[in-house]
């Protein structure tokens, strides 16, 4: 069990571009949550689906927010004409059916907006 | 509403034992949650406890949990410096039924003084 990864770690873009993230989730995990972390901040609950449905987005994602999870495995995230405002750490966990109490967390990206 | 309070800064000695404090809002919570966050890292799940419970000890961490006044303490025994970190409370909300999204404070930030 390699624990959740997140790809990229960092990521710098300029203003009005397009990012996508990529979060892959313990192995049989079949519940993956997207949270966003401000600097001085605690994190933020985004979106969360379990397998492949989306079954919940916070009112923090916008219209050029989207997260998809199509094979109930990896998940991405994509931000479109990114803003200065979405500069943030993006934070992917995951939990299992067994255990949906704890979630384990992966390292985050690092989103710098210019 | 949902709102977790934590306390921002924390100095102790090394040695010394650490106590920090959280109080949250959803009586409704079944669990509640300490995690750390290392400089850089990611955010690490070090203990939770459930919400019938008053008390859970692991190594040196304890927990106590006041559901009535709705407050939870972490305390570390034996302060090092390797426990520099920020520490964050959460609580469970709810979503979708039985899944659950968690919902942070904004983080305490321990130091540690040789």
């Known amino acids: 069990d390699t624990g959740v990864s997140q790809n990229p770690r960092h990521k710098i873009t300029k203003r009005g571009q397009n990012v996508t993230f990529r979060c892959d989730p313990i192995?049989?995990?079949?519940?993956l949550y997207w949270y966003r972390q401000t600097l001085g901040q605690g994190p933020e609950f985004l979106t969360y689906?379990?397998?492949?449905?989306?079954?919940?987005k916070s009112r923090l994602l916008s219209d050029r927010f989207s997260a998809e999870r199509p094979k109930g495995s990896f998940s991405t995230l994509e931000i479109q004409r990114t803003e200065q405002g979405d500069s943030a750490m993006y934070l992917c966990?995951?939990?299992?059916?067994?255990?949906?109490?704890?979630?384990?967390f992966g390292p985050g990206t690092r989103l710098l907006v210019l | 509403g949902e709102d977790v309070e934590q306390s921002l800064f924390l100095s102790v000695r090394e040695g010394d034992s650490s106590v920090i404090n959280c109080t949250y809002t959803?009586?409704?919570?079944?669990?509640l949650y300490w995690y750390k966050q290392e400089p850089g890292a990611g955010l690490q799940l070090l203990t939770y406890i459930f919400s019938n419970m008053d008390m859970k000890q692991d190594q040196r961490l304890t927990v106590l949990l006041n559901k009535k006044d709705k407050h939870l303490s972490l305390r570390i025994a034996d302060t090092q410096t390797g426990d520099s970190a920020i520490y964050f409370c959460a609580e469970t909300g709810f979503i979708a039924g039985n899944n659950r999204k968690l919902i942070w404070g904004l983080g305490t930030s321990l130091a540690v003084n040789p």
């Open positions: 966990a995951s939990s299992s059916q067994k255990n949906e109490e704890t979630q384990y």
């Open positions: 192995s049989e995990h079949n519940r």
């Open positions: 689906f379990q397998n492949e449905a989306q079954l919940e």
């Open positions: 959803d009586s409704s919570s079944t669990y």
